[in-house]
């Protein structure tokens, strides 16, 4: 795209088809907390959890608002999440290998990534997608408090995760062959009250004692659309859901606020150059944001644009990049105005997010190359997880690291404000 911009008529028609008008999108009050945030981002963050944390969206995702919010902080997440694994150190006979029992590496995993803070989410597989019985939820329990007095011993903050939702579909029962038992390929058709089960324990156990999310709950509403023909694993909608739902219990959702001054009034337009933080842009869900989602969205883009110095009473227009943007008056812009999810909505017209895809691929090559060479020097259980030797793993590690230092979360645009014709 040219730099002279897209005019309003043109501009409008283009925006259309990727979910709406801008200018006359609602506004959305964000319900972001002024609160201090519940945990403290240390130099060592890990996640633990199974083949849905090792799938690692979520952990991107929320490393990805990290790094554009916090900028000051150049620390590291390492994501341990393992494939098939369990806490409860149970298998079913048709797995295609006995699942990994984190115990077995949980002691080498720490000594090799020191966490000062860790996420945990297990149970998914815990249950071995069975019905409930009470030994096996002895099991999950036992393998829960194990890891929790391993990292109390370290000093490490912890933040505990319920399961997710198992999305089974539909009322029909599980059909078994005789002597045949419950697997992943043949779930009983009620694990999610399983699950339930278990989430409900980790509540009433750990509320108390340290930060605990309900994942579950955060994704049961929007379960329609967080999960495709997989009924185990989310999608990317799920993953975006779940990120949001740590980012907004540990209040570490931000309203960043650009302030501007118009010095001696304005005569016929004032120009000027702003960086406001990167957006997380429509394109990342494929073709746009669900509507269901959309609110969510607007948090972890909320942006306020505060301009003083304009005639209260008069309106005016706000151009970015040479596009008219938004209109308000000379009191609502000192008062301040939401612009960052349509800053969203503009990327996808304009060149604006080459800083942004490469903040967001530098954060997905390092989980996927490192992390996942880390994981395998550790060891564990899973005969099918690839990975490249840790010797390469690291000398890819600290070009990334490299790179997002220099990098401050940030993208400049060219703004103007004129009076609206």
Known sequence: MGKEGLNRREFLKRTAAIGGVLAAAPFINPVISEAKPLVKLPSRIVFLGDSITMDGRYVNLFEYYIRIHYPEWQGEIINMGLSSE??????????????????????????????ELAFVCYGMNCGIYHDFSEKRFEAYKTGIMGIANQLKERKTEVVMLTPPPFAFRGNEKTILADGEAYSYSKPY????????????????????????????????????????????????????????????????????????????????????EEKLPFSFPEKMFGEKCPAQLKDMLAEMNYTTLKIKGLPAKN??????????????????????????????????????????????????????????????????????????PLVEGERVKTELLEKLAEMDGKQGFKMEVKPTA
């Not at 048709?94 to 966490?115: A, E, G, M, W």
């Not at 996808?348 to 996927?368: F, I, S």
């Open 86 to 115: 369990t806490v409860s150190g149970l298998s079913e006979p048709s797995h295609p290998f006995p699942r990994p029992y984190v115990h077995d590496r949980l002691r080498d995993v720490l000594d090799k990534t020191n966490p």
């Open 189 to 272: 058709e009620a694990y999610d009250d399983v699950l339930t089960t278990y989430g409900n324990w980790i509540k009433e156990t750990f509320s108390k004692k340290m930060q605990v999310i309900d994942i579950h709950a955060a994704i049961e509403p929007y379960k329609e659309i967080c999960y495709d023909q997989d009924i185990v694993h989310p999608n990317f909608n799920g993953h975006f859901v779940w990120a949001h739902a740590l980012l907004k219990n540990l209040k570490l959702l931000k309203e960043e606020k650009i302030k501007v001054s118009v010095e001696g009034g304005m005569a016929d337009s004032y120009a000027f």
């Open 315 to 388: 309106d005016y227009s706000l151009f970015v990049e040479g596009t008219d943007f938004k209109e308000g008056s000379g009191k609502e812009w000192k008062k301040g105005i939401e612009v960052g999810s349509l800053i969203a909505k503009l990327a996808a017209v304009n060149d604006t997010t080459k800083e942004v895809d490469t903040l967001w691929e530098v954060v997905q090559q390092k989980r996927g190359i490192y992390d996942r060479a880390l994981l395998n020097a550790i060891g564990h259980g899973n005969p099918h997880v690839e990975a490249v």
